[in-house]
């Protein structure tokens, strides 16, 4: 298998602007998570699914970031409009629920100017 | 809420010496607990996954512990390396009954640098 697959792997975006990016899990993984990581923050749980379902969106930030799951496949994760202080890494990471073992993606580094 | 705390903060060492992380999380419902390690510029590379009826986990010159009852782990690093200088994760997976079931919670990661 490839790995969680995350695209793209840099973004630089114009305040206002949307932005999308793009996690392909590992394939039987049934969990999905997003994570945001900055220098202050560290990693921060943003969202995650079970089964293609949001169980957890607490860590959303506010209404302009939204994630979708259309298929085990594939997951998004949308801000709209971008701020500057959206900027960060973004990790994508799945596991299956017989071990639980997590494996990340290599990240989208967004920048917003 | 689970919090999960990684000391020390920073470790600077060097090269050949054993060394020691700590990692503590604050509610003891968890199904696994997994160390990470993160390079610069990088994603998280996962060393070793130590479920929750487990005491330990070995791989290499890696060896990790965990006492859940008492909501610790440490990450014991034998014959430290200049390769081995990376920030190392914590993170501790919510079971059912717990304040954070299914959730994945990170420490804040302990930058080790192993000099020559």
């Known amino acids: 298998d490839a790995g969680v697959i995350q695209s793209p792997r840099h973004e630089v975006t114009e305040m206002g602007q949307e932005v999308t990016l793009r996690c392909k899990p590992i394939?039987?993984?049934?969990?999905l998570f997003w994570y945001r990581q900055t220098m202050m923050r560290g990693l921060e749980l943003l969202i995650y699914?079970?089964?293609?379902?949001?169980?957890?969106d607490s860590g959303m930030p506010e209404d302009r970031f939204s994630a979708k799951m259309p298929n085990a496949s594939f997951s998004t994760l949308k801000i709209q409009p971008s701020e500057p202080r959206d900027s960060a890494v973004y990790f994508c990471?799945?596991?299956?629920?017989?071990?639980?073992?997590?494996?990340f993606g290599q990240g989208t580094r967004l920048t917003v100017v | 809420k689970q919090e999960v705390t990684q000391i020390p903060a920073a470790l600077s060492v060097p090269e050949g010496e054993n060394l020691v992380l700590n990692c503590s999380f604050t509610?003891?419902?968890?199904?696994?607990l997994q160390w990470f390690r993160q390079d610069p510029g990088k994603g998280l590379t996962s060393l070793l996954l130590?479920?929750?009826?487990?005491r330990e986990q070995t791989s290499g010159r890696l060896n990790a512990s965990l006492d859940k009852s008492s909501g610790r782990s440490t990450l014991y690093i034998a014959a430290s390396q200049p390769g081995d200088s990376a920030t190392y994760l914590c993170?501790?997976?919510?079971?059912?009954?717990?304040?954070?079931?299914?959730?994945?919670?990170f420490g804040q990661g302990t930058i080790l640098t192993v000099h020559p």
């Open positions: 130590i479920q929750s009826s487990q």
């Open positions: 993170a501790v997976r919510g079971d059912a009954g717990g304040t954070s079931y299914g959730k994945l919670t």
């Open positions: 990471a799945s596991s299956s629920r017989r071990n639980a073992e997590a494996f």
């Open positions: 699914f079970n089964n293609n379902v949001p169980i957890d």
């Open positions: 394939s039987g993984h049934d969990y």
């Open positions: 509610d003891s419902a968890i199904y696994n």
